[in-house]
């Protein structure tokens, strides 16, 4: 049986999981979502490491230094994840976008005079 958390959006996290794993099984003909991962994010490496070492995982670290820890619930990935930077992965983020927004609206971004971009 269920324990409440004493925590009232962890506990309705929880029974919508369980309504929509009721929903899917009760409509074979519905395809499953494309994603098998849920998300965790942690923002920066330490707590992932904390995570990891609280569930016996393994922590991944990849080219910039982020960290995941993956728990398996069969063909379901529970992924714990943070940064290196937090503050750096963000600013780049903002940058891609606006340059993307830029570029699919004809523009260019460029710095002001006197400034970095």
């Known amino acids: 049986m269920p324990q409440s958390s004493q925590n ?3 506990d309705t ?3 919508s999981l369980r309504e929509f794993a009721d929903w899917l099984e009760q409509h074979p003909d519905v395809k499953t979502p494309s994603s098998n991962r849920f998300l965790l994010p942690m ?3 330490p707590p992932v490491a904390e995570f990891a070492a609280e569930h016996g995982l393994t922590v991944e670290v990849d080219s910039n230094g982020n960290t995941e820890a993956v728990l398996n619930f069969g063909s379901i990935k529970y992924v714990a994840y943070g940064y290196a930077d937090f503050n750096e992965f963000c600013k780049q983020n903002s940058e891609n976008q606006a340059r993307s927004w830029a570029n699919e609206n004809g523009m260019v971004l460029q710095p002001r005079e006197g400034g970095a971009a």
């Open 8 to 10: 009232s959006a962890r």
């Open 13 to 15: 996290y929880i029974a």
């Open 43 to 45: 923002t920066t490496n």
